[in-house]
């Protein structure tokens, strides 16, 4: 299938390692040109040579996408690279796991910063290049913590549950103007966050990050302009709720 990412515009954030550098990587296999930034910069330059070798033209920026004015700072980035912005995949670092009553209100703020906030500017940023162009592809990396929060994980479960409610008014605005929003919702992956929290080890079903973003790259594609405002859970069928 043609997806219709050739030539197309994107911008990946936390895009050196796990997820984020999964879903650049398919969307260079596709042919989209791209910015990409991480904190690390060994990890990013590799991501960055990796996607070199696809054939992709990218540019690698290190930059903390939970810095309040990066967002902004990486959409220019990407408009002066490219001439334009069409797709954008959001994604930031989990916050710590901890249970509802022993999160602190400093935790909270840094998890509501990086989890929600961060993806909103990165949204407002993006927005006024695609609706000048008549089309634009967004998806956030969140978690299947929207559709079922995870006990011992209440920072990510309060962000990214408020990300979802954000996420759903924003795509109703948006739709009319050719711009699609959805949210991707993994569950265990084999990324190095998941195995720093200890989780899979009992045998629970883990994805493979490739796969993963090859479903981003499709939700960011041409045939997929009918696909705006969901939560798509990528977890091998672990989430158990039926909303």
Not at 84 to 89: E, H, K, Q, T
């Amino acid at each position: 299938m043609d997806l219709g990412l050739r030539g197309k515009r994107a911008l990946v954030t936390a895009a050196s390692k796990g997820l984020g550098r999964a879903c650049a990587l398919a969307l260079a296999g596709e042919g989209a040109q791209m910015v990409i930034c991480a904190r690390g910069v060994e990890e990013l330059k590799q991501t960055e040579a990796e996607i070199c070798g696809l054939g992709a033209d990218v540019v690698a920026i290190r930059e903390d996408v939970t810095d309040p004015a990066a967002p902004q700072r990486l959409v220019t980035a990407t408009v002066e690279a490219f001439g334009g912005i069409d797709v954008l995949v959001g994604n930031s670092g989990g916050p710590p796991p901890g249970r509802a009553m022993d999160v602190d209100d400093a935790q909270l703020e840094e998890a509501l910063n990086a989890n929600l906030v961060t993806s909103i500017r990165l949204v407002r940023a993006a927005v006024p290049h695609m609706r000048a162009a008549g089309w634009g592809r967004i998806c956030l990396i969140t978690s299947s913590t929207v559709k079922e929060p995870i006990p011992g994980l209440a920072l990510s479960n309060t962000a990214r549950a408020g990300l979802w409610g954000w996420s759903k008014t924003a795509a109703a605005d948006l739709f009319a103007d050719g711009i699609t929003l959805n949210l991707a919702c993994p569950g265990l992956h084999a990324t190095d966050r998941i195995k720093s929290l200890g989780m899979g080890a009992d045998g629970e079903p883990i994805g493979d990050p490739e796969d993963f973003g090859k479903v981003i790259a499709f939700l960011c594609s041409e045939p997929a302009g009918f696909v705006s405002g969901t939560a798509v859970l990528i977890d091998g069928a672990r989430t158990l709720g039926l909303l």
